[in-house]
Nanobody
């Protein structure tokens, strides 16, 4: 059974940092693209970042470039999203997702919700003073 479980969310002040984790089970996540999405209240779910399977190439949406870093630990079957210099506009529920159709990401092409078949339950990130 394919399962993705996010953790690491919480309340943080502007300028602070959080590290989100996406633990996979039922499959080996280094064989497929893993992506992070987020959804703020009243807004569409938007793609934030993705990491490829083979060469670990990455993509970031413009609003998080230079602040967020996606990485994977194959031994732990886990993908991380390190978020630094957080802003109030980063407040959202963060989801990780995968599809067995994609192995390479490097552009916004895969930053579309409908391209993914498996989702975690989400973890809340709130940036507020």
């Amino acid at each position: 059974q394919v399962q993705l479980v996010e953790s690491g969310g919480g309340l943080v002040q502007p300028g602070g940092s959080l590290r989100l984790s996406c633990a996979a089970s039922g499959f080996t996540l280094d064989s497929y693209v893993i992506s992070w999405f987020r959804q703020a209240p009243g807004k569409e779910r938007e793609g934030v970042s993705c990491i490829s399977s083979s060469d670990s190439s990455t993509y970031y949406t413009d609003s998080v470039k230079g602040r967020f870093t996606i990485s994977r630990d194959n031994a732990k079957n886990t993908v991380y999203l390190q978020m630094n210099s957080l802003k109030p506009e980063d407040t959202a529920v963060y989801y990780c997702a995968t599809s067995f159709k994609w192995g390479l990401c490097g552009s916004s092409r895969l930053m579309v919700r409908v391209r993914y078949d498996y989702w975690g339950q989400g973890t809340q990130v709130t940036v507020s003073s």
